[in-house]
Every structure is written in structure tokens, then in C-alpha cells.
């Protein structure tokens, strides 16, 4: 594949993730778009790693940190969510009042 259509398709992919990150009112739909653009992100990592410095691994590896950091991201936000509905009954963001105490 070539390089442009990969950086569009990324481009696509980061600007849905932003969009819907700035306009969601829902907790988990804006935990859903950060994961979004974090493959965004890890997609382009990967394409340039591949396009530029095809006998090392830098992007692949560091790919794989985004990835962990994700994965440790999306558990503890959906822990705190799960609290945060727990105790309010409701899950949108501008409902929530927990920190202006």
C-alpha cells in the first residue's frame, strides 16, 4: 500500500476520534474515541517505521507501549466510570459534579 492512502486513512481516523472526543456527553464514548486515536496514532507510528527504517523496529516497539498504556488507560476509565454510575445513576460528562467539591 502507499504511503498517502495510509496517512488518510489515519487522518480520517484522528479527526473522527477528535471529533466525537470534543462533542461526546457520555464518559465511555469519549473513553472510546481516545482509544481511537491512539491506533490512530500507533497506525502511523508503524506505517513510518516501516516506510523509513524498514530493518528496525523503533516504531513497532514503541507502538507497543501505546498499545499497553491503552490498555491500562481503558481499565482504570472504566473503572471509574462504572464508580462514577454507581454513585450518580448517570454516565454523561456534564452531569458529573464530583470535582467541583
Do not use: W
Request: hydrophobic share 50%; charged share 15%.
Amino acid at each position: 500500500m502507499m504511503l498517502e492512502h495510509i496517512l488518510v486513512l489515519n487522518a480520517y481516523l484522528f479527526s473522527i476520534g477528535i471529533y466525537g472526543f470534543i462533542t461526546s456527553r457520555n464518559m465511555v464514548r469519549a473513553l472510546m474515541c481516545l482509544e481511537l486515536i491512539l491506533n490512530a496514532v500507533n497506525i502511523n507510528f508503524v506505517t513510518f517505521s516501516d516506510f523509513f527504517y524498514s530493518r528496525q523496529l523503533k516504531g513497532n516497539i514503541f507502538s507497543i507501549f501505546v498499545i499497553a498504556i491503552a490498555a491500562v488507560e481503558a481499565t482504570i476509565g472504566s473503572t471509574i466510570v462504572s464508580s462514577i454510575y454507581r454513585n450518580k445513576k448517570s454516565t454523561r460528562i456534564n452531569q458529573s459534579t464530583l470535582l467541583n467539591k
